[in-house]
């Protein structure tokens, strides 16, 4: 079954609390969602293979570590655009794909209108979406991206919901999943509760 780690850490709580405000401002909104990228990537990032390499520091020749995996961050548009710098910033060598999906508002079945992906098929991908709400957008997104080639999958998202997870889990339990919190559920519009609210909306300023 899939891993779900929810990042259990004071720094992380914090900015949360910020982003669930509703009177944080849009510019605000997108620093912390920027912030908390940073944070989180460093712990979805903690089973990437290193390879040991010979340096010379100052003093003597030692042995230390690099990254040996070649890493793909997949955000989804839009919101997903929030948490890219934040990840690129921590793996600046990583190789970044795009994924362009909406909900229907009706159905809220996602609906996919740009795929840009690089070759996937040895790397270890970060997927990233703030939200994981119905499951419906990264559910279709991690298969897309296996039919691609995809073997490894990672995702960052800030908030779960329980339904959510159950679905990307169900469909794909070789995923693993890491969230700042998971929330109670959704509502009947297929939002978090008590959540965020529209996060593309609030990075963007387009409520
Ligand atoms: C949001 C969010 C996820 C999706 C989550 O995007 O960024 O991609 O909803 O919902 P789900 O788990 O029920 O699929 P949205 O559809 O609002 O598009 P946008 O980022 O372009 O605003
Ligand atoms: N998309 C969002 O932006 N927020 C939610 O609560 C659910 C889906």
Redesign the pocket.
């Given at each position: 079954m899939s891993k779900i780690t929810v990042i259990d850490h004071p720094l992380v709580k914090h900015k949360l609390t910020h982003l669930r405000d509703k009177t944080t401002e849009h510019f605000v909104f997108r620093k912390i969602v920027n912030e908390l990228s940073y944070l989180m990537v460093y712990e979805a990032t903690r089973g990437l293979k290193t390879r040991s390499v010979e340096v010379e520091t100052p003093l003597e020749k030692t042995n230390s570590d690099v990254l040996d995996d070649d890493v793909v961050i997949v955000p989804?548009?839009?919101?997903?655009l929030g948490m890219l710098e934040g990840c690129q910033s921590m793996i600046p060598n990583a190789r970044v794909g795009f994924v362009g999906?909406?909900?229907n508002e009706e159905t809220?079945e996602?609906v996919e209108y740009y795929l840009k992906i690089p070759n996937v098929e040895n790397a270890k991908l970060l997927l990233v979406?703030?939200?994981?709400?119905?499951?419906?957008?990264?559910s279709a997104t991690v298969t897309r991206l296996k039919g691609l080639g995809a073997r490894h999958i990672n995702i960052i998202c800030i908030l779960a919901s329980p339904e959510?997870i159950r679905k990307v889990e169900g469909e794909h339990p070789d995923v693993d999943i890491f969230c700042a919190c998971i929330d109670d559920g959704l509502d009947r519009n297929?939002y978090i509760l008590p959540g965020i609210g529209?996060?593309?909306?609030r990075i963007f300023g387009t409520l």
């Open positions: 989804i548009l839009r919101a997903g999906i909406y909900r809220l996602p979406d703030p939200m994981l709400a119905t499951g419906g957008s990264l959510g297929g529209d996060c593309g909306d």
